[in-house]
């Protein structure tokens, strides 16, 4: 209800998708009233859809700490209370990203051992599955070593499920790849991941900078929720500015708009590469229970991504997996610094073996 594009973009991304997954039911949240008579003009939603009413809707404008103290009653509340509850396995919203968070770690809780939640994106980028996992893209501002630790963790197991990767490439975002170069935070992180990289199911490819992102040097960028917004927002004003650039030079004279009739294949072709709704959807990692945001501004098209991605972190069982990988990390952080804990014996102040 609190999308850009109102409830009508929901339900016809939900017909979009009811079409793709033929097994797949939805619980839709929001005011029965509106929401009704929409459904009623979808046959293909006959029989697939819950409808679960709200008096309330959560803004773009809510702060999220009035939300998490006055949120009860509204449709994203309801719709992570679902997942909650064990109703739904995947909660998929358009609305508030701040207030999405909060309820969610208010409601959900996090797993046992995890400090922050994060949020993971698809990049588009030349690997052969057409895409990257980034993390985090703004759930918190700052990471420290640890945080950073546990986004590797999580992103890997993104990437396994999401994108069918064995053992996923992970490496750190930093201002260079040199080893020498970074803040203490991040060089303490490099270690520990290389540390943690057969507890982790991943390869650890060290640092890497920004030109990597859309590499094929990678399948999962590390790095605070501060830079990872920065560089999504860039990356979307950068594709954005392209494609603009692209429109008005083929427009420019008669012999560009000739040429681009002639390039309309390849035109069309680079424009379903760029297009930002084929990996709509970011993933809340580290809760008790799976949120995929979609962009708040998502059309049919995009809302149907973000379901598509939602039924196959379903389907894969992903939670679960993710929280096992999780729960193997954390023993094994504890026995890293249990062996790196001064010896309680001898004069040396050694460390035990």
Known sequence: MGGDRGP???VAGLALSAAETPDAHYILHGNSA??????GREPSLAGRVTLRHADRVVTMHDKPS??????????????????????ATVAVSCGNTGALMAVSVIRLRRLPGINRPAIASLWPSRNPVGFNVMLDMGADVKAEADDLLQFAMMGASYARNG???TRPRVGLLNVGTEEHKGRAELKEAHDRLARAS?????????????????????????????????????GEGTAKLISDFLKEEFNATPFSRLAAIFALGTLRRLQKRMDPRRANGG?????????????????ATGVAAALRLAHQLAAAG????????????????????????????????GTTE
Request: aromatic content about 6%.
């Open 8 to 10: 009508a973009a929901i």
């Open 34 to 39: 509106e929401l009704g008579p929409m459904l």
């Open 66 to 87: 009035h939300v998490m103290r006055h949120g009860e009653g509204t449709s994203m509340w309801s719709c992570i209370e679902s997942v909650k509850q064990g109703e």
């Open 163 to 165: 994108l069918k990767l």
């Open 198 to 234: 057969d507890t982790g199911g991943y390869e650890y490819v060290g640092f890497v900078e920004g030109s990597d992102i859309p590499s094929d040097r990678v399948d999962v960028i590390v790095t605070d929720g501060f830079t990872g917004n920065v560089a999504l927002k860039t």
């Open 283 to 299: 993933v809340f990692l580290g809760l008790n229970g799976t949120v995929v945001k979609s962009h708040g501004s998502a059309d």
């Open 318 to 349: 992903f939670q679960d997996r993710l929280a096992a990988r999780v729960a193997s990390a954390v023993r094994a952080g504890q026995d890293d610094a249990a062996s790196a804990t001064p010896s309680d014996t001898g004069t040396g102040g």
